[in-house]
């Protein structure tokens, strides 16, 4: 996997080598398990490239590529971009714009999404309300700074007039 660095590569590769053998065929590969919030993460790499499911228009793909210590993992995540953004989107949502428990969507946010959405958080106990609580204030300062990352690329490349 090709890349180079600004920084000691030891501080980004990853302990195991970017596989060429699976059904995702990988275009691009970020080593990503030195940038994951946990010390002992099982993402390896963050892949762009074409999906494993087989056929002809060579479906572009995402994937999370996991391994489990012994072998590459068959529950690795592979999205299309589209719902990778959208992913992100909603979760931006509910990070930030939860209110009265539910989470407002405006209209045409997502493709073919004509009217707003409402969506209403799922009946939960209160342990449970008080861990995702928990869990979203313990996620927050890493999701803030990782999201204002994306908006800054974002918005350079509105600026350069790519989108």
Same mark, same amino acid.
Request: without cysteine; hydrophobic residues 40%; negative net charge.
């Given at each position: 996997m090709p890349y180079s660095t600004f920084q000691d590569r030891k501080q980004i590769e +990853? +302990?195991?080598?970017?596989?060429?053998?699976?059904?995702?065929?990988?275009? %691009?590969?970020?080593?990503? #398990?030195? %940038? =994951?919030r946990t010390e002992e993460s099982d @993402?390896?790499?963050?892949? !762009?490239? *074409?999906?494993?499911?087989?056929n002809d228009n060579y479906d572009l793909s995402l994937k999370l590529m996991r391994h489990t210590g012994d072998q590459w993992s068959p529950q690795a =995540?592979?999205?299309?971009?589209n719902r990778l953004i959208d992913a992100?989107? *909603?979760? +931006?949502? !509910? &990070? %930030?714009d939860e209110k009265s #428990?539910? !989470? =407002?969507? #405006?209209? #045409? @946010? *997502?493709?073919?999404?004509?009217?707003?959405?409402? &969506?209403?958080?799922?009946?939960l106990s209160a342990d449970l309300n008080r861990k995702f609580r928990e869990s979203k204030n313990v996620l927050l300062p890493t999701l803030k700074k990782r999201i204002n990352s994306l908006y800054l690329i974002l918005d350079r490349y509105k600026k350069m007039g790519l989108f």
């Open positions: +990853s +302990s195991i080598e970017l596989p060429q053998n699976l059904g995702h065929k990988p275009i %691009f590969a970020m080593p990503y #398990e030195k %940038f =994951e @993402v390896k790499y963050i892949s !762009v490239g *074409f999906a494993q499911w087989e =995540e592979e999205l299309p971009p992100a989107i *909603f979760l +931006s949502k !509910v &990070i %930030f #428990e539910r !989470v =407002e969507i #405006e209209r #045409e @946010v *997502f493709t073919n999404q004509h009217g707003a959405l409402s &969506i209403q958080k799922e009946e």
